[in-house]
């Protein structure tokens, strides 16, 4: 799914890794859906932890009417410094974790 930060982030590399994994497609795409999920919390999770209790009511409000919407980052930026930044580094770091948990799987079978 596209989201208002989507611009920001690429996933196709852990998809790319998952796929060679040795597992049927169902549970592939089960896991790229996962992926996808993990690193949606983790923004949403950064996100909120950010905001003030009145701006987090508003900010979700938008996020549920349209999660691709730009204003959502335009509102973020108006109250957070760097909030570009500070997504793109805690998606790296996810990934990165992402990325290990793969080489593992990949070394137990």
């Known amino acids: 799914m596209s989201y208002f930060y989507s611009y920001l982030i690429q996933i196709d590399d852990l998809v790319t890794a998952m796929e060679e994994l040795e597992l049927e497609d169902h549970h592939k795409q089960h896991l790229g859906a996962l992926a996808d999920s993990t690193v949606h919390h983790t923004i949403l999770d950064l996100i909120l932890s950010k905001l003030s209790p009145t701006e987090k009511t508003t900010f979700v409000k938008m996020l549920h009417k349209n999660p ?24 790296k770091k996810l990934k990165s974790e992402l990325h290990e948990d793969i080489k593992e799987a990949k070394k137990q079978r």
Request: proline content about 4%; hydrophobic content about 40%; charged content about 45%.
């Open 68 to 91: 691709q919407d730009p204003k959502l980052m335009e509102f973020l930026k108006e109250r957070i410094d760097g909030v570009e930044d500070e997504i793109q580094k805690a998606a």
